[in-house]
């Protein structure tokens, strides 16, 4: 799947990268806020 990079996404913010050993959802509830911090939307 191809899809443009939203505006203000060109040097993404650390996310980091899930591990396995921790909480999935709690994991994707971080990179959320921290999406909606930078006020990132659309597909990632």
Known sequence: MRAPIP???ERP????TYDGQSDLD???DN???I???HMVSGAI
């Open 35 to 37: 999406l909606d911090f």
């Open 26 to 28: 709690k994991h994707i």
């Open 7 to 9: 505006a203000g996404f």
């Open 13 to 16: 913010p650390p996310l980091g």
């Open 31 to 33: 990179i959320n806020a």
